[in-house]
């Protein structure tokens, strides 16, 4: 979503500003811009599109000065279009955001009766037409912003910057997150420490309701009821990977690759011996707990989706999920025998954090498995767990998705263990089978030149269906979700034995079907469901082991071989094919892989 750099340096600003901001491209936007303050005067340009459009616009009309604030836009409020894009300048003062100012309409009609109106659809403009207001009745620059964010509803993280000082940014935080960064004599703000990190890896994080007061000097912080107060200095370790594509095409290629290590890391912390200490101490007691609620979004909740299979057979204990924004509304009965669990690999997607919310005093534990551990899910989770698959960047989550399977299932294990469901011999062969899960998922990239070719045949079409039983019941949704939200081909998944009731109206030639098939103990059924198919003149894609492809294979269109899986965790190394099959298609039809059109890395608004 919007991503937003502040600078107070002692070199010019719109470099840095625009380095910033491509390194928060990642997280999705239609336009972006940067305002500076140079000799007092306060000037800002925007554009349209990639940032290469305003680089373009600053080769024509350079913006001179060693202060500034930049903004990548992912539209909300108005479309998307130069006059909508951020700094919104009114009068002395520039401001960027994200977030949603809830309140604009009222604060627009208040301003309306000062003859103050509003000249773009965006609810941002109303922040710098009431801060101008205020500026106008005579208070001072950081009064005028405290005054204005005292009057907002809504979530947000702020950065205003005033015509006249160039050594001031106020920066405000509530509901979007927001760091200082501390140079040497230069000050930074930035959306996430990725977007600071070329320039300083010593951060401070905002807390929620706080301003930050920033000059060249340093940061002054004030809390949420406008009293001082300290926020600590980290230093954050930024892995110098994060700059580059290690040789790879796109960022989505290198993080599919990068799943084997990732993997064996994550599984190492917290699978340490298969005897009774097997797991790392997380901290929950499932012994306490009849029941799990999980709520996520998108691929994180198809994560949740697919544990549920492990909890309930290998626990016994009984799982919801629940996608976040049906969640909250629904206003679910929750006890002190629920253990709410929240999967997210950016910790900031708003209706996750907002369900997070509804649960807190209410269930008996909130519990979540992040990738940031800076993030707002998990500082205000009683518990966060890491999922360590360190830094993703492609808008299409992968590594992140396979490294969220690791954990729920080694979670999964602990609970069966504390609930005495599994015994230590079963406890054993479980954890042999998850550790066995990076070894298989680096065979399972070794199939890429198959999957490059039934891609090469799948970009042709329009509609996809995806299949599975059991636990790849959720991974057939998964792999549906990634082939349309990369390469835009319209995909559902089914669960195999659903198709009948409906789905399979839908089948002729046109429409392949790809069925995720390990040759386990529903591998007949899912056989019987595919001859379904083929008797209709269905495409199959058939991805199976080599016992599989030998027993159920005969006539289908496509052939995919995946190395022999024992146990429950074959979803974690069949999510390569399906993330390959995405990948390949979008690269055949020549997609923006990494940034696909109208998505956003973190989706920080409801
Ligand atoms: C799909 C994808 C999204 C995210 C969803 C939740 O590839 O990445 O569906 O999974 O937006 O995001 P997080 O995990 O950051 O809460």
Redesign the pocket.
Known sequence: MCGIVGVLGNHQASPILVEGLKRLEYRGYDSAGIATVNGGRLDRRRALGKLVNLSDALVHDPLPGTSGIGHTRWATHGAANTVNAHPHQRGRVAVVHNGIIENYRELRARLKDHQITPETETDTETVAMLCDWHLSQGLTPVEAAKATISELAGAYALCFLFQGEDDLIVAARKGSPLAVGWGKGEMFVGSDALALAPMTNEISYLEEGDIAIVTRAGAEFLDAAHQPVTRPRRTVDLDSVLADKAGHRHYMSKEIAEQPDVLANALKYYTMDKEGRHLLETGVDFTQFDRIVMV?????SLACFVSKYWFEQIARLPVDVDIASEFRYREPPLDGRTLTLF???????AD?LAALRYCTGQAGKVLSIVNAMESSIARESDLALPILAGPEIG???TK??TCQLAVLAALALQAGRQRGVIDAERLGTLTDQLRQVPGQVTQALSVSPQIKEVSAQLARYDDVLFLGRGALYPLALEGA??LK?ISYIHAEGYASGELKHGPIALIDEEMPVVVLAPHDAMFDKTVSNMQEVMARGGRIVMISDAPGLKAGGEGAWQKVEMPVIEGPFAPIAYAVPIQKLAYFTAVEKGTDVDQPRNLA???TVE
């Open positions: 996520a979004c998108g691929t994180a999967v997210s690999q950016s910790g900031e997607t996750t808008v299409a989550s992140a998705f979700l990634k939200e890395k973190s989706v």
